[in-house]
C-alpha cells in the first residue's frame, strides 16, 4: 500500500474499569505524527516539524489514560450527540418535548453529562482509515433514538488529518458532531497565542446572550473584533474581544454546507507551522481557551493556562434545535448525516 499511511495499534492502558483502551499511531513521510485513542476518539497528539524540521506537538492533552477519564475541557475528543450548548437543555421534535441534563449553568453542553468524549469506541483499522465506531443507545443523555456514529480518520503524506463523520438513527434526533482539538503551534503548553495569526472566512456570526445561546441573529463580522477576513495576529487582536476574554465564538463559515471548503487558517509566525482547516459544515466555533481552570497540567507536566490555545471547532451553530432559520441539526431514519473536516499542517510561505 505504498503511498498510504497506515496506523498502528498499541495500548494506552486501562480505564478504572478495567478497560483496555488502544492507541492508533498514523506517521506519514514527513514525520507528522498523530496519535488517537477509542476512548472518546480523542486525538492525543500531533507532532509536526516547523520550517526548521524542529518537531514539537501542538496539541494540548494528557500522557494516560486517567487524564482522560477525568473532568477536563475535552482535550482532543469527539464531541456529540450534539456538541455546543442547548438552551435549557430543551428541544421539542415532531410535538414531543424534551430534557436533556444541563451540565453547563442552565444549558446542555457537548452532549450532555457523559458525551461521546467519555465513551468507549469500537476500532478497526481499514487500509490507512481508522474507523471509529459507537451505538447510543435511544434514551441516552435522553436523546430520542438509537444513533449509530462512525468516525473516519486518516492522515495522507500530504499532511491532512480527515475527520469524517456519518451516522444513521432509529428516530428523529438532533445532531452535531465536532473534534474539540486545542492547537498551539508553538508547541503544547506555551502560555500564549501572541504570535499566532488567524483567518476565519466569515462575513457573519452568531452574537450571543447573558447566558451563552445565540440571540438567533446572523450579524455581519464588519466593525467588530470578529472580522478575521483578514490574517490577524492574535496577540494585537484578543485584547478587544469580549473585554479580554478572548473568542468563544461561532462563525458562520457557510452557505456552502456539503462542500468541502477552506474556512479558516492557523499560523504561528516564529516556527512557520500552519494549519488550513477545511469542512463541509456552515459553523466553526472559534474557542480561546478562554474557561480554561487554574491548575491544568498536561504532557510533560506542563500548565494549560487560558488564551494560550485555540479550538477551531467545525459544526452547526449551537442551539440550532431551537433556531428555526438556522441550518438544520435533525436527522431521520433513512437520512444520514455527513461531516467531512479537514486539518491540514503545513508551512507559512
Ligand atoms: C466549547 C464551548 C466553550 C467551552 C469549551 C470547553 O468551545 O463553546 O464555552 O465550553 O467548549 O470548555
Given amino acids: 500500500m505504498a503511498g498510504l499511511v497506515v496506523p498502528t495499534r498499541d495500548s494506552f492502558g486501562r480505564l478504572q474499569d478495567g478497560t483496555e483502551i488502544s492507541r492508533f499511531t498514523f506517521q506519514n513521510k514527513n514525520k507528522v505524527t ?19 524540521g524542529e518537531i514539537k506537538d501542538i496539541n494540548l492533552g494528557f500522557d494516560n489514560i486517567k487524564g482522560y477519564e477525568a473532568r477536563h475541557p475535552y482535550f482532543g475528543a469527539i464531541c456529540g450527540r450534539v456538541a455546543n450548548r442547548i438552551a435549557g437543555g ?8 424534551y430534557q436533556l441534563p ?16 467519555k465513551v468507549v469506541w469500537e476500532a478497526r483499522v481499514d487500509d490507512d482509515t481508522l474507523v471509529l465506531r459507537y451505538v447510543s443507545p435511544d434514551g441516552e443523555e435522553q ?3 438509537e444513533l449509530t456514529t462512525e468516525v473516519r480518520y486518516r492522515l495522507t503524506n500530504d499532511n491532512e488529518l480527515s475527520i469524517d463523520y456519518t451516522a444513521t438513527t432509529t ?33 457573519t456570526y452568531t452574537p450571543l446572550d447573558e447566558n451563552n445561546i445565540p440571540t438567533g441573529t446572523l450579524a455581519p463580522v464588519s466593525g467588530t473584533p470578529f472580522d478575521l477576513r483578514n490574517p490577524t495576529r492574535l496577540g494585537d487582536r484578543l485584547k478587544s474581544v469580549r473585554n479580554g476574554k478572548g473568542y468563544d465564538t461561532n462563525f458562520c463559515v457557510g452557505g456552502r454546507t456539503g462542500n468541502l471548503t ?4 492557523l499560523a504561528h509566525t516564529p516556527s512557520g507551522r500552519k494549519i488550513d482547516v477545511f469542512t463541509t459544515e456552515p459553523g466553526l466555533q472559534c474557542y480561546t481557551g478562554c474557561n ?12 494549560y493556562r487560558k488564551l494560550a490555545s485555540v479550538c477551531l471547532e467545525t459544526q452547526h451553530y449551537a ?22 473536516t479537514v486539518y491540514k499542517f503545513g508551512l507559512t510561505s
Avoid: C
Avoid at 90 to 97: P, Q
Avoid at 102 to 117: A, E, I, S
Avoid at 172 to 191: C, D, E, K, V, W
Fill in 34 to 52: 498523530v496519535r488517537i485513542i477509542n476512548y472518546g476518539g480523542i486525538i492525543t497528539d500531533i507532532l509536526v516539524p516547523d520550517k526548521n
Fill in 90 to 97: 430543551k428541544f421539542t421534535l415532531d410535538g414531543k418535548e
Fill in 102 to 117: 444541563v451540565n453547563n449553568g442552565q444549558n446542555h453542553l457537548h452532549g450532555g453529562v457523559k458525551g461521546f468524549d
Fill in 143 to 145: 436523546y430520542p433514538g
Fill in 171 to 203: 428516530k428523529a434526533t438532533p445532531i452535531n458532531l465536532t473534534n474539540h482539538s486545542y492547537f498551539n503551534l508553538a508547541g503544547q503548553g506555551y502560555p500564549n497565542l501572541d504570535d499566532h495569526v488567524i483567518w476565519i472566512d466569515a462575513f
Fill in 262 to 265: 477552506r474556512v479558516a487558517s
Fill in 292 to 303: 480554561m481552570a487554574a491548575g491544568v497540567f498536561g504532557k510533560g507536566g506542563v500548565e
Fill in 319 to 340: 442551539n440550532s434545535v431551537n433556531q428555526p432559520n438556522f441550518p438544520s441539526t435533525i436527522l431521520r431514519p433513512g437520512q444520514s448525516y455527513r461531516h467531512t
